[in-house]
């Protein structure tokens, strides 16, 4: 499903369930192919492996191939350039670092009830006053809502992700590039550089 270096896996299906939340918009693909561009909610202790929730537009013609069906969800986090100045090797060539995570999973259609109850979820989610938000959605307004859009129910039957963050570099190498993304003023590069703090990954950080 994904070409990864057994030393760029994430190291356990709790960190690839933390990636997904925090990175949490999705691509869903499926065949004959087709994709659309979603936000997810993540139920980790549903099922084996977590069981993704989404919800489409009824006017977005893909929700019609996708119950029982499988599907493919891709996972996008920071990413940048990395350029071979940065590092301190006498020999080095231009890259993309990068992490990412994806899901194989089996789709199903939801009704209009359990739709909305985990659209509610997902409001709470990324919504600091959820009441002060729900003012803006009434019952009946809600019920209109239902009526354009349809949920999806992925149950999650397999995992894999990527960290390519520059972790098989020597410590100097590793140093220099992420002095390099911190001090970037492009908010990617921050972002990436963040990443691999906060994983102690690619940073020169043991």
């Excluded at 590092?87 to 995570?101: L, M």
């Excluded at 009441?131 to 149950?155: D, E, F, R, S, W």
């Excluded at 100097?172 to 908010?187: E, I």
Aim: contains cysteine.
């Amino acid at each position: 499903m994904l070409y990864c270096p057994p030393n760029m896996a994430f190291p356990d299906k709790a960190s690839l369930h933390d990636f997904i939340a925090q990175h949490s918009f999705g691509c869903l693909i499926s065949t004959p192919f087709f994709c659309s561009h979603l936000p997810w909610l993540l139920q980790r202790d549903a099922a084996e492996h977590g069981v993704l929730y989404g919800h489409i537009a009824r006017q977005n013609p893909h929700w019609r191939q996708l119950n029982q069906q499988p599907v493919l969800i891709t996972f996008s986090g920071p990413h940048a350039y990395i350029s071979p100045c940065w590092y301190q090797s006498d020999q080095a060539v231009p890259t993309w670092n990068y992490a990412v995570a994806q899901v194989l999973g089996q789709a199903e259609l939801l009704d209009d009830a359990t739709t909305m109850a985990h659209l509610a979820q997902q409001v709470a989610k990324y919504e600091p006053d959820v009441a002060a938000a729900m003012v803006k959605m009434p019952h009946p307004y809600q019920q209109k809502l239902a009526a354009g859009i349809v949920g999806v129910k992925v149950t999650i039957t397999e995992l894999s992700g990527k960290l390519k963050l520059g972790q098989h570099r020597s410590v100097a190498d590793q140093q220099g590039v992420f002095a390099a993304l911190s001090n970037s003023p492009q908010p990617a590069a921050q972002a990436l550089a963040a990443l691999m703090q906060q994983l102690q990954l690619g940073a020169g950080v043991s």
